[in-house]
């Protein structure tokens, strides 16, 4: 029964602009709330601008069914490259079943000015969604973010999803816009807050904390106020190597495990 009622919600026209399409193990350990990370190299997939601030190549590979549900699978590609003032990535995700599928390529370009505390970025997404007996629905959408270093240990990050509203029903496509902040508190420990607001859905405030025990692990939490989504993780890093395991809890639908592996050349 609740397999019926997951893939009714999600073949809402374009469910919730791709809610998992080009995600990650750690976004999703931190409920998303990384709004202005300056280390995590997925994080531009929220805010563009965050891949100038990386300062390692890094590519992952990610796996997971949400809520657990037989048939439903989520892989994604992605990567991040780092070169002087600029930053870039490029993912690919597919999400769905035989009868409801999702594909979605996102290209990444961002670049460091105002000696190097301002960072502006910009994603283009093309985006398919096929369902059974039916035409596919293709569309390219634009993201732009910034982010800026308040002072040293504290940024900020704001972005919008969706800029360029890309569909001939423009309701269709969410209009996604997000604020957040970072704060890091010594080398080990950073926590996160940010407001994300879907032009379908009302605010939410997400907040994540991260942190480093030694050489080898990494712990990760987070909260979504709405709905209200926990969520756990970490990372296990040896030499060039990291696994990457988050678990999300939804209380009416249940809980989703992530799974992940990145290489850091």
Known sequence: MKSWIVLLFMTTPLWSAFEYAGSDVILQGSAESVVASDHLYAAYLINPAISASVDKNQL???????????????????????????????????????????????????????????AIGMNMRWNQLRVQNYDSINFVGIDAGIQYLLHPGIMMGFSIQNLNQPSRKPEEIPLITRWGMAFRMGENFHTFISLEK?????????IGCEARINKTLTLHSGLNSSPTTPSLGLTLSRNVVAIHYAFQYHFDLGGTHFWGISLRP
């Open 60 to 118: 992952g590979i990610q796996y997971f069914q949400p809520f657990n549900l037989t048939g439903v699978h989520y892989g994604s590609l992605i990567g991040h490259f780092r070169m002087g003032r600029f930053g870039g990535g490029l993912s690919v995700s597919s999400f769905g079943n035989d009868v409801y599928q999702e594909t979605q390529l996102v290209g990444n370009i961002s670049r460091t000015i105002v000696s190097a505390r301002l």
């Open 198 to 206: 879907d032009s379908w859905y009302p605010a939410s405030i997400r």
